[in-house]
Every structure is written in C-alpha cells, then in structure tokens.
C-alpha cells in the first residue's frame, strides 16, 4: 500500500476539524485553555496504542485530532491574551504544511530553490522596511557593497544569539579561533529577553558580563548615563562588544530611545544590537512606526513574524546592516567562497545555527500574499489599539491600575498592590477556561499582563474579564 494512498481523504479530515476547530475558538464554544495531566492526555489520545498498532488514518485519524484539539489552547479565541504568539492565518498555517509535505531544507538552494527565494524574498521584504539596503540578486552581488543580509532562524531566541556572534565576531575577529581574551562585556537593559543572557552565556562571555543598562522609572534605558557606565568599564579595562536596546521590552512592552542609544554607539564603537522581536511589528505600520525611529542606525535586529505578524509559529529574521557581519559571524573565509559558487540562488547555511532548515518565509510569504500588506498593518493597528482602549477603560475602573500607558499591544494591570493575589487571580481564571491571561514582574511587582494578538477580540470582551476578575477576588 501506497503512504500516500489515504492523503486526500485524510487530508479533509484534517482540514474539516480545523476549521470546526477555529470557528468553535472565534465563537468561545470551547474553552481558551484546558489543561490536564500528560499521563491524562496521552491516555485519552490512546498514544501507546497507536505507536504499537500503526494505521492512524480515516475514523482513527479523526478520532485522535479530536481528542488532540480539545487538548489545545486556543489562540483563536477571544479570551486568549496570554504571549506573544500570533493568530496563526490560515493561509500562514498552509505554508507550514507545504513546507512539511515538501520537506525542502532550504539552508542550501539546491535543497530548495523556491523556498530559499522566498526566505531571500523575505529578507529583502523586511530589510527594505527597516530602511536598510536589500540583497542584491546572485547575479549582481557585489560583496564589497555596503547593503544588509538577514536570514530567518527558528525563533527569536535563536535569531539573538546569531546577533550577537556577528558582534563577537566584527568586534573581536579573531574570537572564532583563539577564544574569549576574558574583558568582553555586552550591556543589556533591564527589561531584556531572557534569551539575552543566555546567548551571552552560549557565546562563552560569561553570563556575569552580562551588564544591566542604566534604566529610567519605567525601565527603558536611560541613554545620558550610558557614556558614564561605559568609561567606567574601560577603566576596569573591559570591552563592550555590544550593546543591546529594546523595540519593545517583553514585560511590559516598552521602546527604549534608539535614536539616541545609537549616537552613543557609534561615539563609542560599540555594536548596537536591537531586539524587535516583539515589537518589529511597528515597522508595517505607518501609524506606529514612530516607535521604532532610530532602528536603521542599528547593527543587528531581530524581528519575529510570528508575534505581531499573524505568521504561524517560527519565523524569526535575524538582520544586519551590512552583509559582512553575517558573513563573518561564523567563519572568516568560508562564506565568500560560497558565495562564489557558479550554481544559481542563495545558499543561507553560513549565515545560521541550524543546517537543515524548514522554509520558514513561506509562513510569512503567504500569510502577508493573503492579507496583503494593507492587512498586516491594519492588524498590526487594531491589536495596539486594542491595549490602548483596553488601558483606557481599566484605568477608570476604581479597583484596578495599569502600570504605564500602553505603546504597543501589551497591558499590565492589577486589582490591589498584592503580588500573591494577581498569581491567584490568573491561576483561578485559568482553571475557569473563559480567559488565558499572563503575569509580569514589572518594576520589582507582579501585574497581571494582556498581550493582544487576536484580530476577533473586542472591548466586551475586556469588560467580561475584568467582570471575571473581580467575581474571582470577592471568592477569595
Ligand atoms: C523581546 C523578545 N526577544 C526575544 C524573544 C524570544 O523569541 P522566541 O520566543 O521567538 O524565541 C521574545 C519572546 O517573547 C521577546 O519578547
């Protein structure tokens, strides 16, 4: 028997329950999360009995993504406002399964030659909207020309510690080969990723050189007692290779000052790394670009589609400048020489972790080639807005604060000062199934956090939480 025999007819088993499935989440006919045990689920979805018998297709098939789906949380639903996930489109979310079905890793051309020209349509795409100059085409390629590279990893966090090897290595060359001279120090600000640390630590830095940044009551960085703290360092005789800002922070979702935190860099020779992660959304909008002002003086960014982009889950770019840096981050020489090969299209393997590599700009090529670009950006447009109204409303509620004024589509607020009583709040709201929210320690408290990624959610909907919340609270 063919594998491929049952495809069709499994394929609309698949494609019917999935969309029973969203629709169900968009109308709040199922709960937003519903969590039991492992030994639990893989009891009920009968995983012991399926490895030994084989056969997962027609009634089986249907039966175990069933039981699989009532297993999920629901990230199309109104009351999912817990991280920095996007809605997955469901163009997007065919894309992932082309790309499966295909199984092209594209990290090399000749692995895959239309998905390695839509990642290098991607990059471009993303480059020309962080104003930097796009990557020519193979023919053209000029290697002594002055324009960016990016490649797209399997997350943000990936893509941070690529960022800060092409610093390591533009900063300190001869690292690669001869290892860490022991007075390198990155600056990072005190809202960073966690990943920021732990990319410091992977690199080999050492995660104690990992120096928090002067920051202002909010937590942004303070760029007029940068220049202080790095001639401090120099007197301690340190290095600082390079200095990464925030575009947004995770925790509350602030923008640090770019514009100026780059004039210092480049006083001072120091990398500037900007994590746009999260907040790389504002580049699609014109209403919200100004957010990001300054991001183009940057040496590094990294940017996930899969956050404000509505691109299933990953597609994470990591972008430089100038094309050099990428080139040099893992090798000095290889990369050139690559280049120069005489067959067509790009291979993008030198320039990331990972050797095979799922064709990840399709995720975002066909979720972009389905809403268009003036979709994106009215997405983009709606979820900050969302926070804003939504801050605005909570603000007037007289037993509930929110901690700073929303800049993009992430709301800490909280009902008392107590931080025990915002986790108890979420983990009673969670076991009721109607909201997911999240918690942030922000400014030394805990807050409970509302990320807005859902383009069906409305203000009652806020209004039904806050309802929640407070029946939650008189319970206690
Ligand atoms: C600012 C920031 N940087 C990096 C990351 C890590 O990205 P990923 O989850 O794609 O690894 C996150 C995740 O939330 C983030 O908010």
Known sequence: MKDTENFLTDTEIVSNALNDYMEQSRSKMAPVIHQKPCEHIAELLKLDELVTDGGLTGDRLKNFLSNYLANTTR?????????????????????????????????????????????????NWMLTKVGWKTVPSHEQLDLASDHGAGVLTHGGSLANLTALLAARSAMVPDFWVNGNPGNLVVLVPEQSHYSMKR?????????????????????????????????????????????????????????????EIAHICRNYNIWLHVDAAHGGGALVSDKYRYLVEGIELADSIIWDAHKMLRTPNVCAAVLVRQHQHLDHAFAQEASYLFHKKDQPGFDFMPRTVECTKAGLGLRLFMTLAAMGEKGLEDHVNFIVDMAKKAADYIDTQEDFEIAITPETNILCFRTDTDNDLQLEIRRRLLGKENFFISTTLYRGSRWLRL??????????DVKDLITEIREIKTSL
């Not at 760029?223 to 703290?229: D, E, S």
């Not at 925030?246 to 925790?251: D, K, M, Q, S, Y």
């Not at 990320?451 to 009652?460: A, K």
């Open 75 to 123: 990230l199309h639903h109104p009351g999912y406002l817990a991280h920095q996930v996007a809605t997955s489109h469901p163009t997007g979310a065919l894309a992932a399964f082309i790309d499966a079905t295909t199984n092209n890793p594209m990290a090399i051309n000749e692995m895959g030659p239309a998905a390695t020209s839509i990642e290098y349509f991607m990059i």
């Open 451 to 460: 990320v807005f990624m859902n383009p069906v959610i409305t203000m009652d």
């Open 199 to 259: 990319s410091v630590a992977i690199l080999g830095l050492g995660e104690k050189n990992c120096i928090t940044l002067p920051a202002d009551k909010d937590g942004r960085v303070l760029p007029a007692q940068i220049p202080a703290l790095i001639n401090q360092l120099a007197q301690e005789g340190k290095m600082v290779i390079a200095l990464v800002a925030n575009a947004c922070g995770t925790a509350a979702g602030l923008y640090d000052p770019l514009t």
